[in-house]
């Protein structure tokens, strides 16, 4: 009985020997970590005896054990101890260059050990961008900033390198820092570069030493370059053009490398004297055709075409046509000129097995008929022109010998004797009635003292005529546009007083307009046009154009609406003139309403007066008006319910329009407008 009990107490105490040391672990290590981190392990060691071993803490990552903390520890009979170990996690840890990895930590005390749970070494960083746009025209400025943030939710302090990539090649490196997670880049492409869409590769990076590559992350994203118009190009099926044959011409716009630019625009076609002939509103690169007229005379012709703010010009020549039309009418030959010049060369006729040759002179639209003359019968003939055109034919001929020239007087006595006595019947009759009168009265009855006067007043008129024609011409060579609907100022008249609206528009570069060549005029053309077209009547002054809404032309008394709108729509037209063209046209647009004396001398002519000045009003709003339209009062007035205005900056009484309601159906793209105030020009 002794004997079991000493054994008992013998083997507690060894138990209690066995388990007088304790390592307590006070913090689990996190569950992820980067590379570069700082792994912390608080250890608490407690013991029940005397302790004098070391303590030994490993990395144990994808099966490789690294010891990472030694220490002799020296603890007495119920003490504890902290111990706070840390280490840098670096690659050399993981084995094999990897960078990642599965890991644990054991700690070890004598004969106690102790174990953490798992965690995971990453090498993960995220690139996010905060750049949004992503469209770009060469040589603009690029900006690309965004943020760089590893797997375990802390900022990488590193590297990143961009690369822009087109077609499997490298056209742009670069490389900056990123501080705090945060990288910019600010770069431009070149002028030339393709319109496209281009690979932006981005790796972002921190290194271990200066060799190792650690966290890491990339991204690929993109932008594209925009095509810029360049270059507008006009290319025409021939710069000659033979009269009756067809002009065909596109525009083609280039952008920065040349590539072309699908959009609108305006060809249009003038002739020799500046009219247009022909203008077409189409997309580039799409064909206008014109076909010329068989008799158009020979001239130089210019072509335009507008796009993209671009502008393109070239002529082309209607060339001289020589061309005559044969026809052959049994004995008769006839020559007609169907060509556009007098027709001056030889014709070859072939009458049997004899050949002659005429000389042929045309004016324009001229035949002439020649008589062919061969002994008795049926002969082969063949006409063949200088240009090479053959007629050939069969006819029934007859004569002593071969021969063709034009009719005589004799042939032609011949051919038709009852016309030629009817014509000599005639003149009979008037000489034997002159020879009764003695000569005292002109033929139809008309004294010849009232004759010779009536000649020289129709003279003087003529002379009088061509001398108001040069006047008008040299008028319209200086007028900013011409009117069908003219009205002229005039200090003394008589007429019907009564209440107008005027639109005034100043042309404030005019001197500029009328010195350079351009599409100026033709939408100052336009916009009298526009006016025009609702009974407006036109009064040109020192640069200034006045459309005059009376009711002595428009046959009502309600005017004010109708040049509101029409003073809205010249304003679109001269703004959009402007952003389409490249010369400008600098103006301002004023409507009053006042009293005016009016009179309609005769249709197309309207004789005014200004009352309270009215015109001068109108002409003071539109000085004042930096393209845009301004009101009177007055005006704004009778128009308050239909307009929206905002008062004038520049004058305390005007009101600068802004929007007419209800009219947003009413309006049409400028570009349909444009082309069709052209096309009825």
Same mark, same amino acid.
């Given at each position: 009985m002794g004997a079991k009990i000493l054994i008992s107490l013998m083997l507690s105490i060894f138990l209690i020997s066995s388990i007088s040391a304790a390592i307590i672990l006070n913090v689990q290590p996190a569950e992820l970590y980067n590379i570069g981190d700082t792994i912390s392990i608080p250890i608490k060691i407690s013991t029940l005896t005397n302790v004098d071993q070391f303590l030994s803490i490993s990395l144990i990552c994808n099966g490789i054990e690294t010891e990472i903390h030694k220490e002799f520890i020296s603890i007495l009979s119920g003490e504890e101890r902290q111990i706070s170990a840390s280490v840098p996690v670096k690659t050399s840890m993981l084995g094999d260059g990897r960078t990642n990895g599965i890991c644990k930590i054991k700690a070890i005390l004598g004969?106690?050990?102790?174990?953490?749970?798992?965690?995971?070494?990453?090498?993960?960083?995220?690139?996010?961008?905060?750049?949004?746009?992503?469209?770009?025209?060469?040589?603009?400025?690029?900006?690309?900033?965004?943020?760089?943030?590893?797997?375990?939710?802390?900022?990488?302090?590193?590297?990143?390198?961009?690369?822009?990539?087109?077609?499997?090649?490298?056209?742009?490196?670069? *490389?900056?820092?990123?501080?705090?997670?945060?990288?910019?880049?600010?770069?431009?492409?070149?002028?030339?570069?393709?319109?496209?869409?281009?690979?932006?590769?981005?790796?972002?990076?921190?290194?271990?030493?200066?060799?190792?590559?650690? *966290?890491?992350?990339?991204?690929?994203?993109?932008?594209?370059?925009?095509?810029?118009?360049?270059?507008?190009?006009?290319?025409?099926?021939?710069?000659?053009?033979?009269?009756?044959?067809?002009?065909?011409?596109?525009?083609?716009?280039h952008d920065q490398t040349g590539e072309k630019i699908f959009t609108d625009a305006i060809i249009t076609i003038k002739d020799s004297k500046n009219t247009i002939i022909q203008q077409s509103t189409v997309k580039t690169d799409e064909?206008?055709?014109?076909?010329?007229?068989?008799?158009?005379?020979?001239?130089?012709?210019?072509?335009?075409?507008?796009?993209?703010?671009?502008?393109?010009?070239?002529?082309?020549?209607?060339? &001289?046509?020589?061309?005559?039309?044969?026809?052959?009418?049994?004995?008769?030959?006839?020559?007609?000129?169907?060509? *556009?010049?007098?027709?001056?060369?030889?014709?070859?006729?072939?009458?049997?097995?004899?050949?002659?040759?005429?000389?042929?002179?045309?004016?324009?639209?001229? &035949?002439?008929?020649?008589?062919?003359?061969?002994?008795?019968?049926?002969?082969?003939?063949?006409?063949q022109t200088s240009e090479g055109a053959k007629i050939t034919g069969m006819s029934i001929l007859t004569g002593n010998t071969i021969d063709i020239k034009e009719p005589s007087m004799k042939d032609m006595f011949i051919q038709h004797p009852l016309i030629w006595l009817f014509i000599v019947l005639i003149m009979g009759f008037v000489a034997a009635t002159l020879f009764k009168k003695g000569f005292r009265t002109a033929l139809f009855g008309i004294p010849r003292e009232v004759s010779h006067k009536l000649s020289n007043l129709s003279l003087g008129r003529k002379i009088e005529n061509k001398y108001q024609s040069i006047g008008m011409e040299n008028s319209s060579n200086s007028s900013l546009s011409r009117s069908d609907n003219k009205a002229e100022l005039s200090l003394s008249i008589k007429g019907e007083q009564q209440d107008a609206c005027i639109i005034a528009v100043m042309i404030k570069n005019v001197m500029e307009i009328k010195s350079q060549k351009g599409n100026a005029k033709e939408t100052l053309q336009n916009i009298t046009n526009i006016a025009e077209g609702?009974?407006?009547?036109?009064?040109?002054?020192?640069?200034?154009?006045?459309?005059?809404?009376?009711?002595?032309?428009?046959?009502?008394?309600?005017?004010?609406?109708?040049?509101?709108?029409?003073?809205?729509?010249?304003?679109?037209?001269?703004?959009?003139? *402007?952003?389409?063209?490249?010369?400008?046209?600098?103006?301002?647009v004023g409507v009053s309403f006042g009293p005016i004396i009016a009179k309609v001398e005769r249709p197309g002519l309207m004789k005014f007066m200004s009352i309270d000045n009215t015109l001068m009003r109108a002409k003071r709003l539109a000085s004042n008006a930096n393209e845009e339209v301004l009101l009177g009062e007055k005006m704004r007035d009778k128009v308050a319910s239909k307009v929206r205005t905002d008062r004038s900056t520049e004058m305390t009484d005007a009101y600068k329009l802004r929007d007419i309601k209800e009219q947003s159906e009413a309006n049409k793209s400028f570009i349909d407008k444009f082309t069709k105030r052209n096309e009825d020009n």
């Amino acid at each position: 009985m002794g004997a079991k009990i000493l054994i008992s107490l013998m083997l507690s105490i060894f138990l209690i020997s066995s388990i007088s040391a304790a390592i307590i672990l006070n913090v689990q290590p996190a569950e992820l970590y980067n590379i570069g981190d700082t792994i912390s392990i608080p250890i608490k060691i407690s013991t029940l005896t005397n302790v004098d071993q070391f303590l030994s803490i490993s990395l144990i990552c994808n099966g490789i054990e690294t010891e990472i903390h030694k220490e002799f520890i020296s603890i007495l009979s119920g003490e504890e101890r902290q111990i706070s170990a840390s280490v840098p996690v670096k690659t050399s840890m993981l084995g094999d260059g990897r960078t990642n990895g599965i890991c644990k930590i054991k700690a070890i005390l004598g004969t106690e050990a102790l174990l953490t749970s798992e965690f995971k070494i990453s090498d993960i960083a995220k690139i996010t961008l905060s750049s949004e746009n992503k469209e770009f025209d060469p040589e603009q400025e690029i900006a690309i900033e965004g943020n760089v943030i590893k797997e375990n939710g802390k900022e990488l302090n590193g590297f990143i390198e961009l690369k822009i990539n087109y077609q499997n090649s490298t056209l742009k490196q670069l *490389n900056e820092i990123v501080r705090k997670g945060y990288f910019y880049f600010n770069f431009s492409m070149p002028k030339e570069t393709k319109a496209t869409n281009y690979i932006v590769e981005l790796n972002a990076y921190e290194k271990e030493a200066e060799t190792i590559i650690t *966290n890491k992350g990339a991204l690929n994203t993109d932008f594209t370059i925009l095509q810029v118009p360049t270059f507008l190009e006009l290319v025409l099926n021939s710069d000659k053009i033979i009269p009756g044959e067809s002009l065909t011409t596109r525009a083609i716009l280039h952008d920065q490398t040349g590539e072309k630019i699908f959009t609108d625009a305006i060809i249009t076609i003038k002739d020799s004297k500046n009219t247009i002939i022909q203008q077409s509103t189409v997309k580039t690169d799409e064909i206008v055709e014109y076909a010329t007229k068989a008799k158009e005379f020979p001239a130089t012709w210019d072509i335009y075409a507008v796009s993209a703010q671009l502008t393109a010009e070239k002529k082309f020549n209607i060339v &001289e046509n020589e061309k005559v039309e044969v026809t052959i009418s049994n004995q008769t030959l006839v020559i007609k000129n169907i060509g *556009n010049v007098i027709y001056n060369k030889s014709v070859s006729v072939k009458i049997g097995d004899t050949e002659k040759t005429i000389p042929v002179l045309l004016k324009l639209g001229e &035949e002439k008929k020649f008589t062919m003359k061969a002994p008795n019968g049926e002969y082969p003939i063949e006409v063949q022109t200088s240009e090479g055109a053959k007629i050939t034919g069969m006819s029934i001929l007859t004569g002593n010998t071969i021969d063709i020239k034009e009719p005589s007087m004799k042939d032609m006595f011949i051919q038709h004797p009852l016309i030629w006595l009817f014509i000599v019947l005639i003149m009979g009759f008037v000489a034997a009635t002159l020879f009764k009168k003695g000569f005292r009265t002109a033929l139809f009855g008309i004294p010849r003292e009232v004759s010779h006067k009536l000649s020289n007043l129709s003279l003087g008129r003529k002379i009088e005529n061509k001398y108001q024609s040069i006047g008008m011409e040299n008028s319209s060579n200086s007028s900013l546009s011409r009117s069908d609907n003219k009205a002229e100022l005039s200090l003394s008249i008589k007429g019907e007083q009564q209440d107008a609206c005027i639109i005034a528009v100043m042309i404030k570069n005019v001197m500029e307009i009328k010195s350079q060549k351009g599409n100026a005029k033709e939408t100052l053309q336009n916009i009298t046009n526009i006016a025009e077209g609702s009974k407006a009547a036109t009064y040109e002054n020192n640069g200034n154009l006045f459309f005059i809404f009376a009711p002595a032309i428009t046959k009502t008394l309600k005017n004010e609406e109708t040049a509101v709108k029409i003073a809205k729509e010249i304003n679109e037209t001269l703004a959009q003139h *402007n952003k389409m063209m490249q010369q400008k046209i600098k103006y301002g647009v004023g409507v009053s309403f006042g009293p005016i004396i009016a009179k309609v001398e005769r249709p197309g002519l309207m004789k005014f007066m200004s009352i309270d000045n009215t015109l001068m009003r109108a002409k003071r709003l539109a000085s004042n008006a930096n393209e845009e339209v301004l009101l009177g009062e007055k005006m704004r007035d009778k128009v308050a319910s239909k307009v929206r205005t905002d008062r004038s900056t520049e004058m305390t009484d005007a009101y600068k329009l802004r929007d007419i309601k209800e009219q947003s159906e009413a309006n049409k793209s400028f570009i349909d407008k444009f082309t069709k105030r052209n096309e009825d020009n």
